[in-house]
């Protein structure tokens, strides 16, 4: 998959991405970043699947999924602090869900903190709605709210395209 919009080009990963990544997940999630093993069977495992985001030949973000039958699951996605609002985590949210959708995925299920609110912000401007809660989920004692996207075609409720 490659898709060239003005200077952003999403492709599926590859392992030239791992070091790129790497150093994203190292900046952006600090002790909860996984490992460089976790990274390489994110990137390239046969169950998963994994786009990135280039912006002028720089690694910007990236987005992983798992499909098991039915379920699509956004293992994560992260866009570097310098190329927010460009609507970058709205291109890889909808790479994601095309892939699922050519999965036969019926639903993207994800995890985010009740303390992040703008992650909660833009899951919800994309459709996502709270089907369950964990508690005490995060290192920081924080719930995770178990959240649903919707697979199909864009609704009317996702005109915010952050």
Known sequence: ???????VLLRSATGAD????RALEEELFG??????????????????????????DVVAGYAVTRV????ADLE??????????????SALL????DRAREAAAERLLLEVSEANSGARDFY????????DRRRRY??????????????????????DRG
């Open 76 to 89: 994560r996605i992260a866009v570097h602090p310098a190329y927010r609002r460009a609507g970058l985590a």
């Open 124 to 131: 919800a401007a994309h459709g996502a709605v709270e089907l």
């Open 31 to 56: 002790a909860d970043a996984w490992s460089a093993a976790g990274i390489t069977d994110a990137l390239l495992g046969a169950d998963r699947h994994a786009v990135v985001a280039e912006l002028d």
């Open 18 to 21: 791992v070091a790129a990544v």
């Open 94 to 97: 909808d790479a994601v869900r």
């Open 138 to 159: 995060y290192r920081d004692a924080s719930d995770a709210l178990v959240l649903q996207l919707p697979v199909g075609p864009l609704g009317p409720g996702e005109a």
């Open 1 to 7: 998959m490659s898709t060239r919009s003005a200077a």
């Open 68 to 71: 098991a039958g039915d379920v």
